[in-house]
């Protein structure tokens, strides 16, 4: 089935400091990766949609230049936090459309996120 | 994408079938309904979806009203890992570029 990854698994970090976080496709070619953000308790939020070579699409209310989303490949989509701080604390999760040759499949598959702790 | 009302929680005894209902009154010709679920501190998963005909797969089956303004979500023999939030999402599969909004969900807890 399709897999993908996220790395690290979970991070503490100072702050003032920025963290890269990773989301592989392992077995399948995505064109279109989609970050989130949990806090406790909460559900998932939605930041941005992030498509291979072209820029990413932010979410209203989501601060671009904090959350730096690079898709320079069609496995491969990095979130990075920078000057994180500790209201950045949460769970973040990627997940992946899959591209079905022929035709743009509509199903997402996510990764098993990522827990950030800034102190 | 139109929205989706589920109860908070729910209990289900194991081995028993657990019924998860979502209403989404509103919904569209062209909207699916997709279920996924959420283990604690894990990614979401996916379940299943539909357009208006009942479906089944290895891990649930989803049934839609015949008018699509709700479903059921049936896990037909509950066991305590299926303890979860379960989501229930309509999405336009011509929208939004097919990002998954996710509303609070309804935490399932199986009790032995």
């Known amino acids: 089935g399709a897999v993908v990854s996220q790395h690290p698994s979970w991070v503490i970090c100072k702050s003032g400091t920025s963290v890269k976080i990773e989301c592989r496709s392992l077995?399948?070619?995505?064109?279109?990766m989609f970050w989130y953000r949990q806090f406790p308790k909460q559900s998932l939020m939605l930041m941005a949609t992030?498509?291979?070579?072209?820029?990413?699409?932010?979410e209203q209310g989501v601060e671009k230049d904090k959350f730096l989303i690079n898709h320079a490949s069609l496995t491969l989509s990095t979130l990075t936090v920078t000057s994180a701080h500790p209201e950045d604390s949460s769970f973040y999760i990627c997940?992946?459309?899959?591209?079905?040759?022929?035709?743009?499949?509509?199903?997402?598959?996510f990764g098993p996120g990522t827990r950030l702790t800034v102190t | 994408d139109a929205k989706t009302t589920q109860p908070t929680s729910m209990d289900c005894a194991e081995g028993r079938a657990a019924n998860l209902p979502c209403n989404h009154s509103?919904?569209?010709?062209?909207?699916?309904v997709y279920w996924y679920r959420q283990i604690h501190s894990q990614g979401p998963q996916y379940i299943i979806h539909?357009?208006?005909n009942n479906e089944t797969n290895e891990m649930a089956s989803l049934i839609i009203t015949e008018d699509r303004k709700s479903s059921t979500l049936i896990l037909p023999h509950a066991t305590l890992r299926d303890t979860a939030v379960y989501y229930c999402?309509?999405?336009?599969?011509?929208?939004?570029?097919?990002?998954?909004?996710f509303g609070q969900g309804t935490e399932l807890s199986v009790k032995p």
């Open positions: 077995d399948f070619q995505a064109t279109t």
């Open positions: 999402i309509v999405r336009s599969v011509y929208n939004q570029g097919g990002k998954l909004i």
């Open positions: 509103t919904i569209s010709g062209n909207e699916y």
């Open positions: 992030s498509n291979e070579g072209s820029k990413a699409t932010y």
């Open positions: 997940s992946a459309r899959v591209l079905v040759s022929g035709a743009v499949s509509y199903e997402q598959y």
């Open positions: 539909g357009l208006k």
